[in-house]
T-cell receptor, first 114, second 114 residues
Framework: GAGVSQTPSNKVTEKGKYVELRCDPISGHTALYWYRQSLGQGPEFLIYFQGTGAADDSGLPNDRFFAVRPEGSVSTLKIQRTERGDSAVYLC????????????FGPGTRLTVL | AQRVTQPEKLLSVFKGAPVELKCNYSYSGSPELFWYVQYSRQRLQLLLRHISRESIKGFTADLNKGETSFHLKKPFAQEEDSAMYYCALSTNVNYGGSQGNLIFGKGTKLSVKP
C-alpha cells in the first residue's frame, strides 16, 4: 500500500520567504507527527496531531512555525520569514493510533534557505 | 531532561563480525524504546521495539533499566546491514510526557566491510 508521502521533495527559498510543506499520511492513520532533522543530528520532534487537533506543539521552535491538519488527514507545515537556520530535512510520520504505535516515516522534504 | 545518547558516530566492522550499537537514555518514567534504521536512499523505518521482544534481521536489543541502556546487537554482521541506526525513546504520557512523539539519538552509521 501507499506509504507516507511528502511534497515537495526539495525546496530552495530565500531568507525571509514563506514556505509550505505538505504531508499525506497513510490512509486511516489518526496520529501524525512532524520532525526536523539537521545535518549530523537525529530527527527532532516539532508537533503531533491526533485527528484534526494539535495535541502537542511543544517542539515548534518559535512562532514562525505553524502546522495544520484541517480534515484529519493531510497536514501542512508552514514556515514564515524563513531563516538560514531553518535549513534541514523535514520529516512527517503517521501511526494508526497515538502512543506507543509504530511510526511510519515519509521520505522528507529538504528545505534550503539561501 | 529526556535524552538519548548514541556515543558512536561511526562503527566499522568486517562481515561476519559481531556488532553492538550502543544506546543510553535518560528518563525518570517507564520508557518505550525503539531502534529505527535508514538504509541508503531509503526512508527511516522501524527495526525493532523493546516491548515486542522480537529479533528482526538477526538484531536484538534488551532494555536494561539499571544501566538505562538499549544496545542493539547482532552476532554476525552482513554487508546489507550497512546503514544509519537511530535509537529512540517514547515517553509515557502518565509521567507527563507527550503522547508518542519520539526522542532520537544522533545516530550511528554502521559500515560492514566485505
Amino acid at each position: 500500500g501507499a506509504g507516507v508521502s511528502q511534497t515537495p521533495s526539495n525546496k530552495v527559498t530565500e531568507k525571509g520567504k514563506y514556505v509550505e510543506l505538505r504531508c499525506d499520511p497513510i490512509s486511516g492513520h489518526t496520529a501524525l507527527y512532524w520532525y526536523r532533522q539537521s545535518l549530523g543530528q537525529g530527527p527532532e520532534f516539532l508537533i503531533y496531531f491526533q485527528g484534526t487537533g494539535a495535541a502537542d506543539d511543544s517542539g515548534l521552535p518559535n512562532d514562525r512555525f505553524f502546522a495544520v491538519r484541517p480534515e484529519g488527514s493531510v497536514s501542512t507545515l508552514k514556515i514564515q520569514r524563513t531563516e538560514r537556520g531553518d535549513s534541514a530535512v523535514y520529516l512527517c510520520a503517521s501511526s494508526p493510533t497515538n502512543y506507543p504505535d509504530t511510526q511510519y516515516f515519509g521520505p522528507g522534504t529538504r528545505l534550503t534557505v539561501l | 531532561a529526556q535524552r538519548v545518547t548514541q556515543p558512536e558516530k561511526l562503527l566499522s566492522v568486517f562481515k561476519g563480525a559481531p556488532v553492538e550499537l550502543k544506546c543510553n537514555y535518560s528518563y525518570s518514567g517507564s520508557p518505550e524504546l525503539f531502534w529505527y534504521v535508514q538504509y541508503s536512499r531509503q526512508r527511516l523505518q522501524l527495526l525493532l521495539r523493546h516491548i515486542s521482544r522480537e529479533s528482526i534481521k538477526g538484531f536484538t536489543a534488551d532494555l536494561n533499566k539499571g544501566e538505562t541502556s538499549f544496545h542493539l546487537k547482532k552476532p554476525f554482521a552482513q554487508e546489507e546491514d550497512s546503514a544509519m541506526y537511530y535509537c529512540a525513546l517514547s515517553t509515557n504520557v502518565n509521567y507527563g510526557g507527550s503522547q508518542g512523539n519520539l526522542i532520537f539519538g544522533k545516530g550511528t552509521k554502521l559500515s560492514v566491510k566485505p
